[in-house]
Nanobody, 121 residues
Framework: QVQLVESGGGLVQPGGSLRLSCAAS????????MDWYRQAPGKERELVAG???????TYADSVKGRFTLSRDNAKKTVYLQMNSLKPEDTAVYYC???????????????WGQGTQVTVSS
């Protein structure tokens, strides 16, 4: 089965930076969109950023200008560069990828386990 593994989370001071990575492995024919979501305690999960196969990106207004999403198709990996971090960015960050396991199967959404990002002094 397809597996998504996130890394790069941790504790950082306000104004600092982190880079999250999400690597896909397993039976993969193609990866369409790759997205990052986040969920803070007591709040609903929200879309942070997304990127298409062609490299078109979208960002939530709250992170626009501070976060940058990119992908390496050869490595089957998506990166979220987070700069000028704020305490409000504290959340569990989840990677989601729309993947076709083989040419004769339809796409399916896969989720990672999540990685904790804490922004605090």
């Amino acid at each position: 089965q397809v597996q998504l593994v996130e890394s790069g989370g941790g504790l950082v001071q306000p104004g600092g930076s982190l880079r999250l990575s999400c690597a896909a492995s397993g039976r993969i024919f193609s990866i369409n969109t790759m997205d990052w979501y986040r969920q803070a305690p007591g709040k609903e999960r929200e879309l942070v950023a997304g990127i298409t196969l062609g490299g078109t990106t979208t960002y939530a207004d709250s992170v626009k200008g501070r976060f940058t999403l990119s992908r390496d198709n050869a490595k089957k990996t998506v990166y979220l560069q987070m700069n000028s971090l704020k305490p409000e960015d504290t959340a569990v960050y989840y990677c989601k990828a729309r993947i076709q396991a083989s040419w004769n199967e339809g796409p399916y959404d896969y989720w990672g386990q999540g990685t904790q990002v804490t922004v605090s002094s």
